[in-house]
């Protein structure tokens, strides 16, 4: 099957800094990438949706400055946390998808905290 | 609202017991429904995925079921074993399909002890 990397696994930083989060589509070409975030014993919430070459479309109440989002081939996407706050602090995972429009494939997540 | 509710939220069986969970839907429309596996702190894994169209789906040792009428799927897991202990996630994604939004359920939390 389908896989994607995302890296760093885990990362702690000190508030104030950014944080860029790498999510690769190893074995297929992603027209479409998905970044989620997961509180504790909660499902994944959609932040934003980005096509390969364009911007990405932000969901309501995710700030677009704050959480940056390139998707500048069709294997790599890049989440990075600006200016970050201890209530940043969570899971993030993103999802590809290739050309078999239907099927995303999720990626092992990456734990962030934010001292 | 587009929604999709599970139950239970949280289930606790023996190992090699059998059991099932349940995900209701009012999404409608439809293009297919999804089932995941979620380990702790881990990205979802795919199960099983439905068209609209299909009843059942199996994968090893779980088995999906869909009745597009009453708008129920339930995941069957035979023969449990420990390392079926993870959250499992009901995903529905609407036929209009809003450039791939998918709509994900709240999980069961699976404890499979010895």
């Known amino acids: 099957g389908a896989v994607v990397s995302q890296h760093p696994s885990r990362v702690i930083c000190k508030s104030g800094t950014s944080v860029k989060i790498e999510c690769r589509s190893l074995?297929?070409?992603?027209?479409?990438m998905f970044w989620y975030r997961q509180f504790p014993k909660q499902s994944l919430m959609l932040m934003a949706t980005s096509n390969e070459g364009s911007k990405a479309t932000y969901e309501q109440g995710v700030e677009k400055d704050k959480f940056l989002i390139n998707h500048a081939s069709l294997t790599l996407s890049t989440l990075t946390v600006t200016s970050a706050h201890p209530e940043d602090s969570s899971f993030y995972i993103c999802?590809?998808?290739?050309?078999?429009?239907?099927?995303?494939?999720f990626g092992p997540g990456t734990r962030l905290t934010v001292t | 609202k587009n929604q999709v509710e599970q139950s239970p939220q949280s289930l606790i069986i023996l190992e090699g017991k059998n059991c099932t969970l349940q995900c209701n839907y009012t999404v409608s429309p439809f293009s297919n429904l999804r089932w995941y596996k979620q380990d702790t702190g881990r990205g979802p894994v795919s199960l099983t995925i439905m068209t609209f169209s299909e009843n059942t789906k199996s994968n090893g040792r779980y088995t999906a079921t869909l009745d597009a009428d009453t708008k129920q799927s339930s995941l069957h897991i035979t023969a449990s074993q420990l390392s079926d202990s993870a959250s499992y996630i009901c995903?529905?994604?609407?036929?209009?399909?809003?450039?791939?939004?998918?709509?994900f359920g709240q999980g069961t939390e699976l404890s499979v002890k010895p």
């Open positions: 074995d297929f070409q992603a027209t479409t």
């Open positions: 995903v529905v994604s609407p036929t209009y399909n809003q450039g791939g939004k998918l709509i």
């Open positions: 999802s590809a998808r290739g050309v078999a429009l239907y099927e995303q494939y």
